[in-house]
């Protein structure tokens, strides 16, 4: 007997199954969604749980309390050329990036690029910045502009920029908080 009663629930479970696979087509044919259908619903729902996480990840990697973001604009760029830009927060160097003819010439028409994004204390910090390229008349130049500022508990924005000078004939570098 205890053989007999193994199969039928063995028999029982199969069945069982067997219909929760046939109402569950019935409800997909009824709903007439293809496997092409739901394969892209998924597709959709990993693809926003992604930007959840990347989003949740930043928030744990650079809370708005510490965080800081550095961005460099260029204005024309007539009288300076840059090759590099090294970048220093509370004297630590924390970002260095060297230029292709390209990214100086996406700068110049307008674009800004994100040096750098980390975490600082509460209270007075500095931010210096170099800046390697050649000047007018080809000149060899290289400037540093720092900007202190004391952090809240908003994120920090900050914007070095490169402009020209038209009355000098000279490139001019400034660091800005910008909230």
């Known amino acids: 007997m205890p053989g007999i009663a193994k199969l039928n629930l063995v028999f029982g479970r199969i069945l069982f199954v067997s219909l929760i696979g046939v109402l569950g087509m019935q409800t997909s044919w009824a709903n007439s969604t293809t496997p092409d259908q739901e394969m892209e619903d998924v597709k959709k729902a990993l693809v926003k749980l992604k930007r959840d996480l990347v989003i949740l990840e930043e928030d744990l990697l650079f809370p708005a309390s510490s965080q800081v973001s550095v961005f460099l604009s260029m204005d024309m760029g007539e ?12 004297g630590k160097e924390v970002a260095h990036h060297l230029y292709t003819k390209k990214q100086v010439k996406a700068l110049g028409r307008g674009g800004v690029q994100k040096l750098y994004v980390g975490n600082v204390k509460q209270g007075d910090n500095s931010v210096t910045a170099f800046f390697t390229g050649s000047g007018p008349n080809g000149r060899d130049f290289r400037r540093a502009t720092t900007v202190d500022f004391e952090k809240g508990f908003e994120p920090t924005f900050i914007e070095l920029a490169i402009t020209d000078d038209t009355g000098d004939y000279q490139p001019d570098f400034s660091a800005d908080v910008v909230n």
């Open 79 to 90: 009288f300076f050329e840059l090759d590099a830009v090294t970048l220093k927060v509370n």
